[in-house]
C-alpha cells in the first residue's frame, strides 16, 4: 500500500514569491492534515480536512496561507507571500478518523523542506 | 488544552545497550498516545500507540511503552538499540472524544548511538 506522498521534497524561493506544495494521502483516508514543523521541534497542526470540508482551520495563518482539498482526496498548501520566517518542513498526514469514527493513527508523508531567502 | 513534555533533548546510548526515552503528557482525562521516529530527511513513522486496555503495547522494530496514568506518563523503551535506532522520537497525544483532531507534539528527543 502506497503511503501518503508529497512534492516537491525540497524547495528554495525568495522571500516575496509564492509556493505551493501537494499531498496525496493513503487511498481510503478521509481525513488529511497539515502540520508545519520548525527546526528542533514537533510538528504542529495548521489546518485539518474532512473529505472536503476544512474542520480546524485555527492554526492557519489565513492573511498569507491557504489550503484546498477540492474532491476530498489530494489537497495543496500554498504560502503567499512567503517570508524568511516560513522556512520549515510542511508536513501532511492522513487517517481514517473523523466525527462519526473512532480515533484512527495518523501517517504521515515526508515532508516539504521549505527554505525561503 | 494538552501538552507533552519530552525531558531529554538528547540521549546517547551505546549500541546494544537498553533505553528509556521518557514522555509526559498533560491532560484532564486518559488521552491517546503515540511514539513516532523521524529519521533525518523523512517523514513521521508511526512506532506504536495506545487507545485503552492492557497499558505496555508493543510497537514495531521492536519497541515498547507503557502507560502510567498516576504519572501521566508514556515512555518507550527498547531492550537492545541498534546503529539504525538513531533518530529524532516524538511522544504526541490525543484527545479522546475528537477523534481526528491534530495530535499535540512534544519537541523531541535526539537519539545518538555510540558503537
Known amino acids: 500500500e502506497a503511503g501518503v506522498v508529497q512534492s516537491p521534497r525540497y524547495k528554495i524561493i525568495e522571500k516575496k514569491q509564492p509556493v505551493a506544495f501537494w499531498c496525496n494521502p493513503i487511498s481510503g483516508h478521509n481525513t488529511l492534515y497539515w502540520y508545519l514543523q520548525n527546526l528542533g521541534q514537533g510538528p504542529e497542526l495548521l489546518i485539518r480536512y474532512e473529505n472536503e470540508e476544512a474542520v480546524d482551520d485555527s492554526q492557519l495563518p489565513k492573511d498569507r496561507f491557504s489550503a484546498e482539498r477540492l474532491k476530498g482526496v489530494d489537497s495543496t498548501l500554498k504560502i503567499q507571500p512567503a517570508e524568511l520566517g516560513d522556512s520549515a518542513v510542511y508536513l501532511c498526514?492522513?487517517?481514517?478518523?473523523?466525527?462519526?469514527?473512532?480515533?484512527?493513527?495518523?501517517?504521515f508523508g515526508p515532508g516539504t523542506r521549505l527554505l525561503v531567502l | 488544552a494538552q501538552s507533552v513534555t519530552q525531558p531529554d533533548i538528547h540521549i546517547t546510548v551505546s549500541e546494544g545497550a537498553s533505553l528509556e526515552l521518557r514522555c509526559n503528557y498533560s491532560y484532564g482525562a486518559t488521552p491517546y498516545l503515540f511514539w513516532y521516529v523521524q529519521s533525518p530527511g523523512q517523514g513521521l513513522q508511526l512506532l506504536l500507540k495506545y487507545f485503552s486496555g492492557d497499558t505496555l503495547v508493543q510497537g514495531i522494530k521492536g519497541f515498547e511503552a507503557e502507560f502510567k496514568r498516576s504519572q501521566s506518563s508514556f515512555n518507550l523503551r527498547k531492550p537492545s538499540v541498534h546503529w539504525s535506532d538513531a533518530a529524532e522520537y516524538f511522544c504526541?497525544?490525543?484527545?479522546?472524544?475528537?477523534?481526528?483532531?491534530?495530535?499535540?507534539f512534544g519537541k523531541g528527543t535526539h537519539l545518538i548511538i555510540q558503537p
Open positions: 504526541a497525544v490525543g484527545a479522546p472524544g475528537g477523534g481526528a483532531d491534530g495530535l499535540t
Open positions: 498526514a492522513s487517517s481514517l478518523a473523523g466525527r462519526e469514527a473512532s480515533w484512527s493513527a495518523q501517517y
